[in-house]
């Protein structure tokens, strides 16, 4: 089996429910008591894909102000970010922007850019129209997604999509930062030359653990 | 001969020599106490300790006003802080516009000009429940803005920052430092530290020093948070810039400190309390973490903490940490919840260590199952995922030796109450080695277990504290007796002795008890100092 291991970081504003998203997807539960995160917090996960695995390593970042200028440690070499931010309020919307600018000079390697507009079950408060916001992933390369990490609602899709999108990005010869390598084989780290066969259509995750392994496809460190 | 009265105070630092043993005139009969000489008594501390020794005061010391210039209360200057309405910026351009010779009195008749502003803003300062806080902390930048209030939002509070601001800048153009103005029941405190002014209004018993203390800990955090470098390099750019931009966020680590410093003797004596454990149990602890760690370079400071307490901490050779900055490290743990939920990776300032930059914390609890939490400090920014390996091993080798257990076990252990060491007459005590900064003292037991107790009891320790380390006299030997209890202090070269008596007990019982103290820690096998001081 084909593995493929990225880095995924999640960017944002103070409070726009970067670690909820993770949690809910990596933990599977909401907690109304998360507290802000401090530096970046480190998850991992596995998602099966056809035949191919992706190991996600997942930084999520904090908000903070005073943690922005660390931001370079945290997205350097990732070959996909989430840019989250909070459907309510719009400065964190406009925040998302100078994230990409930060990106586009920062990172030479090409990303995976996912736009997402969280806290959906709050819609009547609604500040960034999801017109706006899908005009402005296009315009950036990228998809964009809403979420509601209160009401689990669109958070699988945009982990799945980042993890699609890496398997596309090692087909391509250009990124050199995913490590591709075939799990099948005795000691697991030997790379591949020869591209992965296509994609077929159905994206399927895996949800019982791997036999022989104690691996859940959605693990948690 | 000193003779320790009851009802009285007796210095004793001009007749009796540190480090000796009491007997019960008071007198010190050198080695000829039966139990032998306690004289150099201390818990076996290695040549070197982990921790940076420290004399309660020491380093923050020098900035301890020592006959500082206080103001005399001035009715101006009252009245001139309750005026309402004001606008900082008015006041602020007062200032600037220097005219020679401005008084406090012309500050006032400024603030009532602006009276006249009809400012929407309500403020705070006139609230009562507001006005009734026993302690007010402040923080604004030199140029008067708003960066923390302890009580109520910084917003309500814009004239107030300002009339600070200009006290300061007004003692400031003579070429003087504003240190303190007492008035009847409340004091202010201000201290100055570059593009920074701390202020605290307080009412409580505290003296000039300790509460220096303490506004030189806030700082400390904001310097942790920040460093130094940052600090001053962004108001040398911008004398205006609002911090409150860079510190969101970080106002609760100031909150959960001042609680700290108002609730636990640990900040009060300079020191840290460990996790009791045999000793030999906590070398396989620290001997686990230094062989998982020991290929990894740039590796600083290994620190295990629990409920707390320092459970173990490992150094790189020939660097030493200070309590104070292992201080910021447990408040930052205290107040963080979010490294419960997952391994982390952040930038931290050790002011004392070096206040100009950032080590990297990798930051976990060792398990579901064991909340200790563990830090590695580095100072590569590359180490994450060594250092994630590192703990995993470190992990997998507790478990195997069942000392996640041992910890476990120390952790749920409520603390030893004094009534289990044989000393009737002492209701509590607190015990600092000095050449370990480590401190140790039985968990309170009635009257002092309730809140108000214990608050009492520490304000107790507080003034003894603040007698025997007074910078104009400090003494030796301190004897106070009141309604409530009898306190003794005993400062000698080794460890500093603070107990706490019923009122009535007698001079000779008292003494007593403090050898039996002195005699029951000198046990090694308690576990409750870290004695060696291990390295990579
Ligand atoms: N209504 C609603 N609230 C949410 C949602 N997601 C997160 N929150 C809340 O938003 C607040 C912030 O959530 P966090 O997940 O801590 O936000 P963050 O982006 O990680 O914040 P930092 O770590 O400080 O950068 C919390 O009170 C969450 O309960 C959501 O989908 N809907
Ligand atoms: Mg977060």
């Known amino acids: 089996m084909k593995t493929i291991e990225g880095k995924i970081v999640v960017l944002g504003s103070q409070g726009v429910g970067k670690t909820s998203m993770v949690v809910r997807y990596i933990g599977k539960m909401f907690s109304h008591h998360i507290s802000p995160t401090i530096g970046a917090s480190f998850f991992t996960c596995k998602i099966n894909i056809d035949d191919t695995r992706v190991k996600l390593q997942v930084w999520d970042t904090a908000g903070q102000e005073r943690f922005r200028s660390m931001a370079p440690m945290y997205y350097r070499n990732a070959n996909a970010a989430l840019l989250v931010f909070d459907i309510t309020q719009y400065h964190t919307f406009t925040a998302i922007k100078n994230w990409v600018k930060e990106l586009q000079r920062n990172v030479e390697e090409p990303m995976v850019l996912a736009l997402v507009g969280n806290k959906t079950d709050l819609v009547n408060q609604r500040k960034v129209t999801r017109e706006e916001a899908h005009q402005y992933a296009v315009n950036i390369g990228g998809s964009y997604f809403e979420t509601s990490a209160l009401q689990d609602e669109g958070i699988e899709e945009v982990f799945l999509n980042s993890a699609v999108g890496m398997i596309k990005l090692s087909e391509d010869s250009q990124c050199t930062s995913l490590r591709v390598y075939d799990s099948s084989e005795a000691g697991g780290t030997t790379a591949i030359l020869q591209p992965p066969p296509p994609l077929s259509a159905a994206v399927q995750l895996d949800k019982g653990p791997s036999p022989g392994e104690q691996e859940r496809v959605l693990a948690c460190c | ?536």
């Not at chain 2, 447990?330 to 260590?353: D, G, H, Q, R």
Request: aromatic share 8%.
């Open chain 2, 1 to 536: 001969m000193a003779v320790i009265c009851p009802h009285d105070v007796v210095n004793m630092a001009s007749t009796m020599k540190s480090n000796e043993d009491l007997d019960e005139s008071g007198e010190n009969h050198e080695g000829k106490h039966p139990e032998g000489n306690l004289l150099h008594f201390e818990p076996e501390v290695a040549v070197e300790s982990m921790l940076v020794p420290t004399d309660s005061f020491e380093s923050f010391e020098q900035e301890a006003p020592a006959g500082s210039a206080s103001l005399q209360p001035d009715s101006n200057l009252l009245k001139c802080q309750n005026t309402e309405e004001n606008t900082p910026d008015k006041v602020a351009r007062d200032t600037d516009t220097n005219v020679a010779s401005r008084s406090i009195s012309e500050l006032s008749l400024v603030s009532e000009e602006c009276i006249e502003h009809q400012h929407v803003e309500e403020e705070l300062s006139n609230s009562k429940e507001w006005r009734s806080q026993e302690k007010h902390i402040f923080i604004l930048s030199s140029a008067g803005k708003p960066i923390y209030s302890r009580h109520g939002s910084e917003d309500k509070l814009v004239t107030l920052f300002g009339v600070m601001q200009a006290l300061v800048s007004f003692i400031g153009d003579d070429g003087d430092t504003i240190r303190s103005i007492h008035t009847q029941g409340t004091s202010f405190l201000f201290l100055i530290k570059g593009p920074i002014i701390l202020a605290c209004v307080y009412k409580s018993r505290e003296s000039v020093a300790q509460i220096t203390v303490q506004l030189n800990y806030v700082y400390s955090q904001i310097v942790s948070v920040l460093t130094l470098e940052q600090l001053t390099r962004i108001f040398e750019q911008r004398r205006n810039y609002d911090l409150r931009r860079l510190l969101a966020g970080a106002e609760r680590l100031i909150d959960h400190l001042l609680i700290a410093l108002e609730t636990q003797p640990a900040l009060l004596l300079g020191a840290v309390q460990c996790l009791p454990l045999v000793s030999t149990t906590r070398d396989a602890i620290t001997n686990v973490i230094v062989s998982s760690c020991n290929k990894i370079k740039k590796l600083v400071f290994a620190i295990l903490v629990g409920g707390n307490q320092l459970v173990t901490l490992i150094r790189m050779k020939n660097f030493f940490l200070h309590p104070a900055d292992l201080h910021l490290i447990l408040n930052l743990v205290n107040s963080s919840e979010s490294f419960k939920a997952a391994e982390s990776w952040t930038p931290i300032c050790l002011p004392k260590f070096s206040s100009d930059g950032f080590l990297h914390a990798h930051v976990s609890y060792l398990a579901e199952d064991c909340q200790a939490c563990l830090l590695l400090l580095t100072v590569d920014p590359d180490l994450f995922f060594p250092l994630s390996e590192a703990k995993q091993k470190i992990v997998e080798k507790l478990r195997r030796a069942s000392l996640l257990q041992s910890i476990n076990a120390a952790l749920a252990h409520t603390g030893t109450p004094v009534s289990q060491l044989g000393v009737p007459e002492a209701r509590h005590f607190l015990y600092k080695c000095k050449a370990t900064a480590q401190f140790w003292g039985p968990v309170p037991a009635p009257p002092y277990q309730t809140t108000e107790g214990a608050k009492r009891l520490l304000d107790q320790y507080r003034v003894l504290h603040h007698r025997l380390h007074a910078p104009a006299q400090p003494l030796k030997l301190l004897y106070l007796q009141d309604n409530a209890e009898t306190m003794l202090g005993w400062v000698t070269t080794g460890f500093e002795l603070y107990v706490a008596f019923e009122p009535l007990v007698t001079k000779a019982n008292a003494i007593g008890a403090v050898n039996k103290i002195v005699r029951w820690i000198k046990k090694d096998d308690n576990g409750l100092f870290i004695t060696n001081a291990p390295t990579f």
